[in-house]
């Protein structure tokens, strides 16, 4: 069973930064790409940056030049440091990963719990 736990999420200022972790551990075989997604209330949930084979990288436009993406392969692990935070920021941020269980097993998405990060003016 594949698990994604993430964490580093928490209440921040206007203008601040944070960084988020996500883990993905049991059985797995390699991860085709990971990436960061966000849902504020009542609204959907949306990418905000991924990375994937030979860490190239995608960022959502509201986060292009905030935000950075990596990943340590070694860890199975996300990275997301975010800076110059703005309450528009605000959602609750979730991880998630591609990969395969095994070399043969077909890929399937995963999905961590979320963590909530909030940015006050």
Do not use: H
């Not at 944070?18 to 991860?31: D, E, Y």
Request: with cysteine; hydrophobic share 30%; proline share 2%.
């Amino acid at each position: 069973q594949v698990q994604l736990v993430e964490s580093g999420g928490g209440l921040v200022q206007a203008g601040g930064s944070l960084r988020l972790s996500c883990a993905a551990s049991g059985t797995i075989s390699s991860i085709s790409g990971m990436a960061w997604y966000r849902q504020a209330p009542g609204k959907q949930r949306e990418l905000v940056a991924d990375i994937r084979s030979r860490d190239s990288t995608t960022y959502a436009d509201s986060v292009k030049g905030r935000f950075t993406i990596s990943r340590d392969n070694g860890k199975n692990t996300v990275y997301l440091q975010m800076n110059s935070l703005t309450p528009e920021d605000t959602a609750v941020y979730y991880c998630k990963a591609d990969l395969r269980e095994r070399s043969y097993t077909s890929l399937r998405t995963y999905w961590g719990q979320g963590t909530q990060v909030t940015v006050s003016s």
